[in-house]
């Protein structure tokens, strides 16, 4: 695994060819890791007879197992290798998150897989052959039958469509291909799903929260552990991020020698990042004599990269993770709460500067009620920022608020749905800041025009670029219900679909009449230009007022309100005798 150490012919415990240094080493170690191997099986053996384990094997049960302090001792000293493939599914949940699902649940997503043409599964393709180069089954040259890029395809792919919020994030690639040199291919989608999910929760999202959060606790566990060696870093400007950030996306894996890692791996799905840690402080350690050598940062920094490549000697490692203080998940709680806190507040304020410079350009707002409108709505509990950065709204959460802000505005309407693909410019079924204050801008700021044109798109719910009769009558309820909720909707489906129809009987138009929002002279000619009653529309949408020290939010109701009610009351009438 060394820089410019060439190939040999030979091969690790799951195929991996060895350079020329990490064959002398597995040489070297070779009688220690026999004796130690031998050693753990007699132990497990023992154990298997005492707990009575069906033809010696491991069982499935997690609850059976984690909560016994022997068989914890065992885990952390290291898994047979014959046993890790159901071990590992059974210590990850992964057995038990299969349980809850169908049995065909991962060949359906295998088959929707097969149809699936998109961003992901592009970024996915690119980084199938930059996996493990240096494996036989997953080098480019690797067409035989068994190779296991087609493999690792399948699993990425279906899990790209299992949970579309994650989608794929690079470092899934190594783990899953990790995982099918152990394991059989859909307890491999399992493990992975289990390690995405529950182990490492917020890793593999568009911001990798939760690997930033725990970097900055490693951070803090190395200034408690070398605090003259971590000034020293700072002094010379090496980021541990960009060093360490691998180590706990992909947990080591091509980075420490492979029985090493496997060893770290057996605890790591046991005891989740908290072996994690351990390793990173233990590395460390075991190579501090090393750093006071340094007189640059480059020499450093090539240092930090080498730490975990020649950690060969497993059980040394191991023992000085089990010499270190306890790291429990109790003790780091506050510090990933501290951090996380940090971390979105960085990230806010970045997003804000971000997205306040564009909508400057973009909006009708300026820059001091883009700010305020930021704050106001990034703080509102039902908006999600963990996939983009920004606020984002689903469908759901857009109602949400818009009922709030408008009282009677009625959610789950062919108008609001409408009304929310409107404000969607992407197309991705979300909302982010950027679309929504472009929207509102138009509502509260637009000309006459511009409004009127919204309106029309809104209840042109079909799309077919006019209103219908039925269309005009469910803008007339919408309104209602707005200003005054308190008359029954049947009573006024009736009254409202009599004002209408007497609205195109004396336009001499036919009942089923079509109102167009450019002008249209269609083979019926039946058409009406809206656009000419523009000059009818007066006090609608006041500006948004940011003078006072109250939120934003609490002006947008009254320039809400005010719009269909206004463009209505001044648009019918010019119908109507």
């Known amino acids: 695994f060394m820089d410019e150490d060439p190939l040999t012919d030979e091969t690790d415990l799951v195929g991996f060819r060895l350079t020329r240094s990490a064959a002398e080493q597995r040489a070297k170690y070779a009688g220690k890791w026999a004796a130690h191997e031998e050693k753990a099986q007699r132990q497990w053996d023992a154990f298997a007879r005492k707990m009575r384990w069906e033809s010696g094997a491991p069982p499935c049960d997690r609850n059976a197992l984690v909560h016994n302090a022997e068989f914890k001792e065992l885990v952390f000293g290291g898994i047979p290798h014959k046993w890790r493939p159901t071990l590992w599914k059974t210590l990850s949940g992964a057995t038990e998150l299969q349980a809850a699902h169908e049995r065909s649940y ?232 501290k951090f996380g806190r940090e971390i979105k507040e960085e990230m806010d304020e970045i997003h804000r500067c971000r997205d306040v410079d564009q909508l400057v350009k973009l909006s009708k707002f300026r820059k001091s009620e883009l700010k305020a409108l930021w704050n106001s709505f990034s703080d509102l509990e039902h908006a999600d920022r963990s996939t983009r950065g920004s606020v984002v709204l689903n469908m759901g959460q857009f109602e949400h608020i818009f009922a709030s802000l408008v009282p009677g505005w009625q959610p789950n309407t062919p108008a609001m749905d409408q009304l929310f693909r409107i404000f969607d410019q992407q197309g991705d079924n979300r909302i982010d800041f950027r679309e929504l204050m472009t929207g509102l801008s138009l509502m509260a700021k637009g000309t006459l025009e511009e409004k009127l044109h919204l309106c029309f798109k809104t209840f042109d719910t079909q799309n077919k670029g006019f209103l219908r009769k039925e269309d005009i009558v469910e803008m007339l309820l919408s309104v209602h219900r707005t200003v005054s909720p308190h008359r029954s909707r049947e009573s006024l489906s009736l009254e409202f679909a009599a004002l209408v129809s007497s609205m195109l009987t004396n336009l001499g138009k036919p009942l089923d009449g079509a109102v167009s929002f450019e002008v249209h002279t269609g083979p019926s000619g039946d058409a009406i230009e809206l656009r000419r009653h523009r000059g009818c529309l007066v006090h609608i949408m006041p500006p948004i007022s940011t003078g006072s020290n109250e939120s934003v939010l609490q002006d947008i109701p009254s320039f809400l309100t005010s719009f269909l009610p206004s463009l209505l009351t001044s648009l019918l009438p010019s119908f109507l005798p």
């Open 106 to 337: 991962y060949s359906t997503l295998v088959r929707a897989s097969f149809r699936e043409s998109s961003a992901i599964s592009d970024c996915i393709e690119m980084d199938l052959y930059r996996t493990f180069p240096q494996h036989p089954l997953f080098s480019e040259g690797a067409t035989t039958p068994e190779s296991m890029i087609p493999t690792l395809r399948r699993i990425l792919v279906a899990y790209s469509l299992r949970n579309r919020s994650v989608g794929y994030c690079q470092s899934m690639n190594s783990i899953g291909a990790w995982l099918l040199l152990l394991i059989p291919e859909e307890d491999a989608f399992w493990v992975l799903a289990a390690i995405v999910e529950s182990i490492c929760p917020l890793y593999y999202t568009h911001n990798m929260l939760g690997c930033q959060v725990d970097l900055r606790i490693l951070r803090e566990l190395l200034v408690r552990v070398f605090p003259a060696h971590m000034s020293r870093f700072e002094e010379m400007g090496v980021s541990l991020s960009l060093l360490c950030t691998k180590w706990f996306l992909c947990q080591f894996i091509n980075m420490l020698p492979t029985t090493t890692c496997l060893r770290v791996w057996d605890s790591f799905l046991l005891f989740g990042t908290i072996i994690t840690f351990r390793t990173a402080v233990a590395l460390f350690r075991l190579k501090e004599k090393q750093f006071s050598t340094c007189y640059n940062t480059l020499e450093l920094i090539q240092q930090l990269n080498a730490l975990p490549k020649g950690m060969f000697n497993h059980t040394r490692l191991f023992k000085e993770i089990q010499a270190l203080p306890d790291i429990t998940h109790e003790q780091l709680l506050p510090l990933a709460q």
